[in-house]
């Protein structure tokens, strides 16, 4: 019998390494996550300083804005480093969920080899340029730039490591798949150098199409996708030194336009956690709950309002659905209408201010972040309204004979209840609209109200949420920031091939003069949003096509806003945009259940996108422009 339970309870080499790593995992995340956590308590903390005396002393801090862009880029790389951690890169998984299992399972290790040698291969061009940024002080401070550029290896070091670490746990027939799919390709990139030399421009095709195409579909997170191309780029055809990459990298993660990121990532979970958002619903519910596809109505205002303030398409659905959808279904609403609704209404609040998106293409274009807040309500408002016809239309059958009538009294008392949580979109938008303060400004404001409001006014502010909370801030925020990063690289890669000086002429020759540019644009974003997301699709391709659609005679704002709505219905659009199937997560509703259903909200955001386009005005009218 002893026999027997020894035998039972032996521990397999297998079994041990694997206890082994997962202690090791252990570790390195708490190592990097409670650094990443205090990193982000010292951005709010130092900018809402920075804020404070400005505003109220009337003596503003020279070095305040300095050490938190110090701190700026060691938050983006340690965020980087759990958003890997914890797969949550942007990534494309339309091909990956679609085959089988196991091979799925060796698409995944895949995944990770390619993320993992394209970690190996900056490693080293990384310390290189910490090294030789050691030299430059920074004007306040008087500290070396080393200090700050440290982030890079340091943060490329510890993503190789959980990479490995995940390749570790993988199959080995996988693993030796993935070391001869990367060799191959490899080989054939070395010994090919003179023939894609030979061909020009042509040699894009197989660099940014075919190799960054094969990495996305395989599911490799699309900013180590966009490295990997551009640094197979660089180094087969060495236009320049791999170190320049780097150098890129950082100017794109380091704008201190992008600092609003992360302060506005968690000002929406304090907007959540408080019950700020909550109260909102309750009192739009109030009000048109009880009409004919009023809970459509609802979710489509709730959006609206909460949109674009937590960075997170997901973070703003979540806020809104767990309230709605129960008595959606009490009502009699198809499932996958409710789904439809909710995808169709965050690609709509795409352009509302303050849109993550629209910061992320003005560090990337120059374009202001004040004009492109003013400029994105209205036409996002005209979605809003095509939407709700479509929503009243398929409401025939909406059952609101049992539906709760609110009395006066109780709607007002609503209202008094969401006031303070009304006001706070409001006043984050008219502050940055009329100058009073930038978007990086005012999200220190909206977090001092809010967590004012949740202690004072809400009295729900639950303090052991707040760490997970500032881990999770880091990790949306490393993924979106080694985006922008990655992608400003390949896009100075394919400025240096003289790539953008080819796309001009041809965009240029398109018929039609501008609104031929604008339709072309319209259907080129819609395609890119379905594949590459959102961010992606616009720092890379931003930097390159507002040039042109300024020499054909488009605003810079008025393109920015069409081009952001396009790449919000390839989002939410089935069957690859990935915020469709975040939607049915946060619903809990089987992604098939809407791909019949969400069309007809589909092609009335269309419709709005060219009513947008059409008439400028309703993106420029306030700002002057034409």
């Keep these: 019998m002893s026999t027997s339970y020894g035998a039972e309870t032996q521990v397999t080499p297998l079994q041990r390494r694997h206890a082994v790593l997962k202690i090791v995992e252990h570790f390195l995340r708490r190592a990097v996550e409670v650094p990443a956590a205090l990193l982000v308590l010292a951005e709010i903390v130092i900018l809402s300083a920075g804020v404070f005396a400005r505003f109220v002393l009337n003596a503003p801090l020279v070095w305040s804005d300095e050490l938190a862009g110090i701190l700026f880029l060691w938050l983006a790389m340690l965020g980087s480093v759990i958003a890997l951690q914890r797969g949550q890169h942007m990534r494309m998984t339309a091909l990956v ?30 310390a290189d340029y910490a090294q030789g940024q050691a030299f430059i002080t920074s004007p306040a401070l008087g500290l070396s730039d080393m200090i700050r550029t440290s982030a890079l290896p340091a943060g490329a070091g510890l993503m190789l490591l959980f990479a490995l670490i995940q390749l570790a746990r993988s199959d080995w027939r996988d693993l030796a798949v993935t070391a001869a799919l990367l060799a191959v390709v490899a080989a054939l990139l070395w010994l090919g150098q003179d023939a894609l030399a030979a061909i020009g421009n042509w040699n894009l095709l197989v660099f940014f199409v075919a190799l960054l195409a094969c990495g996305v579909l395989a599911g490799v997170p699309v900013g180590f996708a966009f490295g990997l191309a551009t640094f197979a780029y660089i180094v087969t055809l060495a236009p320049a030194p791999p170190s320049v990459m780097l150098g890129t990298m950082d100017q794109g993660m380091s704008s201190l336009i992008l600092l609003a990121v992360p302060l506005f990532v968690f000002l929406g979970g304090l907007i959540e956690m408080t019950g700020m958002a909550q109260a909102m619903v309750a009192f739009l519910a109030s009000l048109l709950g009880s009409v004919r596809g009023g ?39 198809d499932e996958g209408e409710m789904v439809s609704v909710l995808a169709s209404a965050a690609a709509m609040s795409e352009t509302i201010p303050p849109s993550i998106v629209l910061i992320a293409i003005g560090s990337a274009t120059g374009v202001s972040i004040a004009a492109l807040f003013a400029g994105g309500l209205l036409p996002a408002l005209v979605l809003a309204l095509a939407l709700g016809a479509i929503a009243w239309f398929r409401s025939a059958d909406d059952d609101v004979a049992h539906a709760e009538r609110f009395t006066r009294a109780v709607k007002l008392r609503r209202f008094w209840v969401a006031l303070p949580a009304l006001a706070l979109p409001f006043l984050i938008r008219s502050a940055v609209v009329m100058g009073v303060a930038t978007a990086t400004e005012v999200s220190t404001i909206g977090i001092a109200y809010a967590v004012v409001a949740g202690l004072l006014i809400y009295r729900k502010f639950d303090w052991r949420r707040v760490y ?18 990655a992608a400003s690289a390949m896009g100075w890669a394919l400025t240096q091939s003289g790539f953008s000086q080819s796309l ?12 031929g540019f604008l339709a072309v644009s319209v259907l080129a974003f819609i395609v890119l949003g379905s594949v590459l997301e959102g961010i992606p699709a616009i720092v890379l391709f931003g930097p ?14 008025h393109y920015a806003i069409v ?26 509703v089987n992604p098939d259940a809407g791909l019949r259903r969400i069309w007809p909200y589909m092609i009335a955001l269309l419709i709005g996108i060219v009513v947008v386009a059409a008439f400028p005005f309703l993106s420029v009218g306030f700002l002057g422009g034409k």
């Design 563 to 588: 081009v952001v709505l396009a790449m919000g219905i390839g989002l939410f659009s089935p069957p690859f945009g990935v915020g469709y199937y975040a939607a049915c997560a946060i619903g809990r």
């Design 295 to 333: 809970l459509s109505y609802v979710l489509l205002g709730a959006i609206y309002l909460v949109a674009g303030i937590s960075g997170s398409k997901a973070a703003d659905m979540a806020a809104v659905a767990p309230v709605l959808f129960p008595e959606m279904k009490k009502r009699g609403m």
């Design 504 to 515: 001009s002429a041809a965009m240029e020759a398109v018929p039609g003069g501008r609104f």
């Design 97 to 126: 969920n679609a085959v089988p299992p196991r091979v799925a399972q060796c698409l995944q290790t895949v995944a990770i080899g390619t993320t993992a040698l394209f970690l190996a291969l900056i490693l080293p061009q990384a």
């Design 468 to 485: 997970p909370m500032l881990v999770d801030t880091a990790s949306l925020s490393g993924a979106i920031l080694f985006i922008i990063g």
């Design 544 to 557: 390159l096509l507002f040039p042109i659609a300024a020499a054909v005679g488009v605003n810079e704002v």
